[in-house]
């Protein structure tokens, strides 16, 4: 089946198999992939601040450790 052309500034161009579809299922799919982006940088951004926060837990928990175990150590140089 030949492809229908059309007259555009002198010149002709061919009409493609993606601009014969409706303009809903072309919507559709950018509309897709536009989900699709987002929801990978929604999963991306997740994981970096998961990772971020466990690292800050993790050192706030040490230090509230080692802050404990200088309290119990100069314990007795504190006079009431």
């Known amino acids: 089946m030949p492809q229908k052309c ?44 998961g990772v971020i926060t466990l690292v800050m837990g993790v050192a706030g928990g040490v230090l509230m450790i080692v802050g404990g175990a200088k309290l119990l150590y100069h314990k007795s140089k504190i006079m009431f």
């Open 6 to 49: 059309m007259d555009v500034n002198g010149g002709r161009i061919s009409i493609s198999a993606s601009q014969k579809m409706p303009i809903q299922n072309r919507k559709g799919n950018y509309m897709e992939e536009k989900v699709y982006k987002t929801m990978n940088g929604t999963g991306t951004m997740n994981i970096v601040l």
